[in-house]
């Protein structure tokens, strides 16, 4: 059974940093796109990044650009998000999704607070 | 990179069809055919129902249809049921690889 378990958000200030971290299981990690997608309140889905499957290629939402980096460790199925210069509008549920195409399994979000 | 275009709310009776549109550029949906659709039940992960245009994953219902014509893809939904009754997102591959996901559509089931 696929399971993504997503974890390290919190509530920090605007300015801020935090590093969010997702655990893969029930898959070869190594083989496959990986993405984070957030859902800010009372909005809709935005991808903010991907990875390829190496991790050699990496993309970014215009939006996240120059402070979001993401990255992973195909040795421990683990997938991470290094937000940086958090703003209030980064407030949102942050999921790990799976896939290259299409995102074909989810995680259960993390949830991100920027808020002085 | 602007989000693609839904209508923000499509209703129908039990047993009718509906329709979603999701209309890009030729930059997301016209030019690639990795357009998919997700259902998202408020509190719970979305769940792939589409994907590469008119593809179901294993275990979705038939009901479930997907098509594309230019910059626009489609999902309809025939026999509409209860349990239908959710918000969906389509998502479309883009030339800046990364997906782009469409504002949401609230199915309401009347």
């Known amino acids: 059974e696929v399971q993504l378990v997503e974890s390290g958000g919190g509530l920090v200030q605007p300015g801020g940093s935090l590093r969010l971290s997702c655990v893969a299981s029930g898959f070869t990690f190594r083989s496959y796109a990986m993405n984070w997608v957030r859902q800010a309140p009372g909005k809709g889905l935005e991808c903010v990044s991907a990875?390829?499957?190496?991790?050699?290629?990496?993309y970014y939402a215009d939006s996240v650009r120059g402070r979001f980096t993401i990255s992973r460790d195909n040795s421990k199925n683990s997938l991470f998000l290094q937000m940086n210069s958090l703003r209030a509008e980064d407030t949102a549920l942050y999921y790990c999704?799976?896939?290259?195409?299409?995102?074909?399994?989810w995680g259960q979000g993390t949830l991100v607070t920027v808020s002085s | 990179q602007s989000a693609l275009t839904q209508p923000a709310s499509v209703s129908g009776s039990p047993g009718q069809s509906i329709t979603i549109s999701c209309t890009g550029t030729s930059s997301d949906v016209g030019m690639y055919n990795y357009v998919s659709w997700y259902q998202h039940h408020p509190g719970k992960a979305p769940k792939l129902v589409i994907y590469d245009v008119d593809k179901r994953p294993s275990g979705v219902s038939h009901r479930f249809a997907g098509s594309k014509s230019g910059n626009t893809a489609s999902l309809t939904i025939s026999g509409l049921q209860a349990e239908d009754e959710s918000d969906y997102y389509c998502s479309s591959y883009t030339s800046s690889s990364i997906w782009m996901f469409g504002g949401g559509t609230k199915v309401t089931v009347l």
């Open positions: 999704v799976k896939g290259g195409d299409a995102g074909d399994y």
């Open positions: 990875a390829s499957p190496t991790g050699g290629s990496t």
